[in-house]
């Protein structure tokens, strides 16, 4: 039989869960999850940093094919002369890319290599699952219209979510995306017009030294940014 004197009070209780809370947000702000200002996940958030350009029209999976593809270069601009493809070999287990050229990769192929260009057919194959596509995002003039930051390791999800909460504080949009292979992921960066890439770069750099500042465990070296 339980004896309910020994039982904690209403008021003991409830300061118990006080001090859970306090000890909750002291670990959050170790983790760098404290700098969420109204909410920032959640919040509407535009597809480019720049404002002023037309409203893209909604896309969903009913949506048409060439208005899927149209989102997908919207977003993804890179040069539209060439394009990286994925290539496996099963033999010895290596995958990695490679610019796609006509008539596949040869010891035979002619030199110079006839490229292929990143067509709207090329884009729906890859939407399809048909093949895997890459851009070159690198354009003329060293300019670029997206940033990547790639995070690996195993606290790559601590440490995207730190840097992603740090994007949204100095109102940046950037989205999250899981890796291919699950064991990462990439914060994208969409800008309305081609920046130099320096520039790019240094947007980058700066706001994972900002998370460093509040995730200490997040190395520098260990992240990549394009």
């Known amino acids: 039989m339980v004896d309910e004197s020994q039982l904690p009070s209403r008021s003991e209780l409830l300061a118990e869960v006080e001090r859970l ?89 002619p030199k110079p290599a006839d490229y292929l260009p990143l067509t709207d057919e090329v884009l729906a194959a890859h939407l399809h699952g048909e093949m895997t596509a890459g851009i070159y995002p690198l354009q003329p003039g060293d300019t670029c219209t997206l940033l990547a930051c790639d995070f690996d390791g195993g606290s790559w999800a601590l440490d995207a979510l730190a840097f992603l909460d740090h994007c949204h504080g100095a109102g940046v949009p950037a989205v999250l995306e899981r890796s291919r292979s699950g064991d990462g992921a990439h914060v994208w960066v969409f800008f309305e017009e081609a920046v130099a890439a320096s520039t790019a770069r240094a947007l980058g750099a700066g706001l994972l030294r900002r998370a460093m500042m509040t995730r200490a465990e997040l190395d520098l070296a260990d992240e990549a940014v394009a």
């Open 21 to 109: 809370q306090i000890e909750v947000d002291r670990l959050y702000r170790l983790l760098g999850f404290d700098s969420r200002p109204d909410d920032g996940h959640n919040r509407a958030w535009a597809p480019t940093l720049f404002g002023g350009s037309e409203a893209l029209a909604e896309v969903s999976l009913a949506s048409r094919l060439d208005e899927k593809v149209g989102l997908l270069r919207s977003l993804f601009g890179g040069r539209s002369d060439v394009f990286a493809q994925r290539w496996e070999n099963r033999r010895t287990g290596k995958s990695g890319w490679s610019p796609a050229v006509r008539g596949g990769w040869s010891k035979k192929r």
